[in-house]
């Protein structure tokens, strides 16, 4: 098991055990404005070796799927599991939408077993950021759609911290590519794994914090945070394999469309789904399907992406 992955259950435990462990909320910010920045900067990198005219059609493979994704999950939640019209919406945009810390851990568990992907795959975590949102917010204002604060929503998620420091970090990559960046190569690429172990340290923490809203959530809640990221990962598998992506590029789009959001998606859609329960969304998405992704998920994937070569 990878060590990122220990550090995370340790979190865990120590949640669990009512330890005093805990990291400063100023920290903590840090570590993700750290990792943010530098996915973005390894992708730029990579993405100013590549003509933009090869990915459009990738791109807009995933970006139709990031349109498309919350359907079935919304049907799923509505039909089975029986949930009012604001809180099926807003679990479905936050399982449309994509975790970073996900694609993290994935490119870490790649490249410790050696397994090329495209190096602009970063561009596609940005891409999938926002139009689950937006579905999410369509499907729960049906009929009352002038009463979205859309600027506000747009505001949040476009010039969100998340979306802001990815494409930055991109657009920075790109423009002073992989020479430019060897005065700061120390900082942001040298030292990723290690600030991404203290980063899942305090995502321990925090999904064990969320034990209790498991709890209320309910067994369905539990065992839709499985079964629906292992669904969305053949789904995402089948359109990568579709558009040409290698079996690293494959496993990784399997865990993006397996993923789901708890920083974007929950600030936008407090703000358009007021009504919805938050400790739904974000209780499942932390407390099952991160925990599951990362220790269990994204191996699984790869073996996806091997058995689909066409």
């Given amino acids: 098991?990878?060590?990122?992955?220990?550090?995370?259950?340790?979190?865990?435990?120590?949640?669990?055990?009512?330890?005093?462990?805990?990291l400063p909320e100023a920290l903590y910010e840090t570590l993700s404005i750290f990792l943010l920045l530098a996915i973005g900067l390894k992708g730029g990198i990579e993405l100013a070796k590549v003509p933009l005219g090869s990915v459009a059609v990738q791109a807009f493979a995933v970006l139709a799927m990031g349109f498309l994704l919350p359907l079935p999950a919304f049907a799923i939640l509505r039909g089975l599991g029986r949930l009012s019209r604001p809180d099926a919406a807003s679990i479905a945009a936050h399982y449309g939408s994509v975790s970073v810390v996900t694609f993290a851990v994935a490119t870490?568990?790649?490249?410790?077993?050696e397994v090329a992907y495209e190096t602009h795959m970063p561009l596609f975590v940005a891409l999938l950021e926002t139009p689950a949102i937006v579905t999410g917010i369509l499907l729960a204002r049906m009929g009352t759609l002038a009463s979205v604060r859309w600027r506000a929503v747009a505001h949040e998620v476009l010039?969100?911290?998340?979306?802001?420091?990815l494409l930055g970090g991109l657009a920075i990559g790109a423009a002073v590519g992989p020479d430019g960046i060897e005065p700061i190569k120390p900082m942001f690429i040298d030292l990723f794994k290690g600030v991404l172990a203290l980063f899942l340290l305090e995502m321990g923490l925090v999904a064990g914090g969320r034990v209790a809203d498991l709890r209320r959530a309910g067994v369905f809640l539990i065992g839709f945070g499985v079964v629906v990221p292992l669904i969305f990962a053949c789904i995402g598998a089948i359109v990568a394999r579709l558009v040409g992506l290698s079996d690293g590029g494959t496993a990784l789009l399997a865990t993006m469309a397996a993923s789901a959001s708890y920083i974007a998606a929950p600030t936008a859609m407090r703000i358009a789904v007021p009504?919805?329960?938050p400790a739904l969304s974000i209780g499942v998405a932390l407390g099952v399907t991160f925990p599951f992704n990362i220790t269990l998920g994204i191996p699984l994937y790869l073996r996806l992406a091997e058995a689909l070569r066409f």
Avoid at 108 to 113: A, C, E, V
Wanted: aromatic fraction near 10%; proline fraction near 3%; glycine fraction near 6%.
């Fill in 1 to 22: 098991m990878d060590p990122v992955v220990l550090f995370f259950l340790l979190g865990v435990f120590a949640k669990l055990a009512r330890s005093d462990l805990r």
């Fill in 108 to 113: 870490t568990f790649l490249s410790k077993r």
């Fill in 159 to 165: 010039l969100g911290k998340t979306l802001v420091l």
């Fill in 275 to 277: 009504e919805a329960n």
